[in-house]
């Protein structure tokens, strides 16, 4: 009977967590790419994550893989809720995950880009260039729609 209650619990908690994923992120799928962003290159492109996409169930739902990941650190910002504020002397752990051109398309389209997020690049602080998500200001959100 125990055994049965928290299998109850995990899969309501599952399902709880994809369902605030859900509804917090605005349905990523229903994401329409703006017009001005710039197309997708081919290959691969190793993108700094630090947040939810640093949970592999989550990846697995966008991407449809959970992909390996490395540890990594982005210097002179720290973390400020869902954003990256400059902060010379602060750092930012998080993850990083090499993915194709579709794949980095559903991240975008996950992190609503040109929308709610812009995707820039960087150098962690073992000289990688990598993409990093940061939120678009409200002038910035304002002038793309």
Do not use: C, K
């Not at 990523?28 to 691969?44: F, K, N, S």
């Not at 949970?55 to 966008?62: E, G, H, I, N, T």
């Not at 992190?111 to 602080?125: C, D, H, K, N, S």
């Amino acid at each position: 009977m125990r055994l049965q209650h928290v299998a109850l619990g995990v899969l309501a908690t599952l399902l709880a967590v994809l369902g605030w994923l859900w509804l917090t992120m605005l349905s990523p799928y229903t994401y329409d790419r703006p017009d001005h962003l710039p197309d997708i290159e081919e290959g691969e492109h190793a993108v700094f994550v630090y947040g939810t996409l640093r949970f592999a169930p989550v990846r697995w739902m966008v991407m449809g893989r959970a992909g390996e990941t490395e540890t990594a650190v982005l210097e002179g910002v720290r973390r400020e809720g869902l954003d990256l504020t400059e902060a010379p002397g602060e750092r930012v752990e998080g993850e990083v995950i090499v993915v194709d051109a579709g794949e980095l398309e559903r991240l975008d389209r996950y992190e609503r880009l040109g929308i709610r997020y812009q995707r820039v690049p960087m150098r962690l602080a073992n000289g990688r260039a990598v993409w990093v998500y940061r939120r678009l200001g409200e002038a910035s959100a304002d002038a793309t729609n």
